[in-house]
């Protein structure tokens, strides 16, 4: 089965600087991989997904990540953290085809320091 | 906004009371998901409608919880003698038959 772990509960950086989140992944097929944002008491915004193609790829709000097969990785990365982007990132995996295709990690909480 | 919407936002209830949310998916997405989160975890699934068919349901999804779609639009979600432990954040999300799903903001459950 699919699973997501995404090691770090929480990050504090400094505003300005760069950020990367972990995501490690369990899977059998092709993944289909995908990063979400949640401000508190909010529902979840897609930042960016990985289908196939360009493994690095591109989000909004500066956002970007890089698929690793060899390393089952999907870091987030962003070059220089903006205060309006503390908040909880999820990081999920999904299967093509399959209807219950998602799985999420338990989250990196973000904190910015000014 | 033709984003996923979601009502009630918050809703407190008693021990043992029954609550029922609902799910108002993207027009033209034909998948509907309901996904259960609570404090410190990401979501996790509860059950999946394909056009008004209910087609999976989590082990998460007890006799007391049951999902509808009756016209393929929104959905709604019932919680029968809710209990503490039913307290979490309700996600509905959606999606077209292949690609991103899109969440709503969620139904906040507070059971006292």
């Known amino acids: 089965a699919q699973s997501v772990t995404q090691p770090d509960i929480h990050i504090t950086v400094s505003e300005g600087a760069s950020l990367e989140l972990r995501c490690n992944y369990s899977?059998?097929?092709?993944?289909?991989l995908f990063w979400y944002v949640q401000s508190p008491g909010q529902g979840l915004q897609l930042l960016l997904k990985?289908?196939?193609?360009?493994?690095l790829v591109q989000g909004i709000k500066g956002f970007e990540a890089e698929f690793k097969r060899s390393q089952s990785s999907f870091n987030l990365r962003k070059p220089s953290v903006h205060w309006s982007d503390a908040a909880e990132y999820f990081c999920?995996?999904?299967?093509?085809?399959?209807?219950?295709?998602?799985?999420f990690g338990a989250g990196t909480r973000l904190t910015v320091k000014p | 906004d033709t984003g996923v919407s979601q009502n009630p936002r918050h809703k407190i209830t008693k021990r043992g009371q029954n609550v029922t949310f609902r799910c108002d998916p993207i027009?033209?997405?034909?998948?509907l998901y309901w996904y259960r989160q609570t404090l410190g975890q990401g979501p996790e699934f509860l059950t999946y409608?394909?056009?008004?068919?209910?087609?999976?349901k989590s082990r998460l999804l007890s006799d007391r919880f049951s999902a509808e779609r009756p016209k393929g639009s929104f959905s709604t979600l019932e919680i029968q003698r809710t209990e503490q432990g039913d307290s979490a954040m309700y996600l509905c999300?959606?999606?077209?038959?292949?690609?991103?799903?899109?969440f709503g903001p969620g139904t906040r459950l507070t059971v006292l």
């Open positions: 990985y289908f196939s193609g360009d493994t």
């Open positions: 899977y059998g097929a092709t993944p289909y």
């Open positions: 999300a959606s999606r077209a038959r292949v690609g991103t799903q899109y």
């Open positions: 409608f394909q056009n008004e068919a209910q087609l999976e």
């Open positions: 999920a995996v999904g299967e093509l085809g399959n209807n219950n295709d998602m799985r």
């Open positions: 027009s033209e997405h034909n998948r």
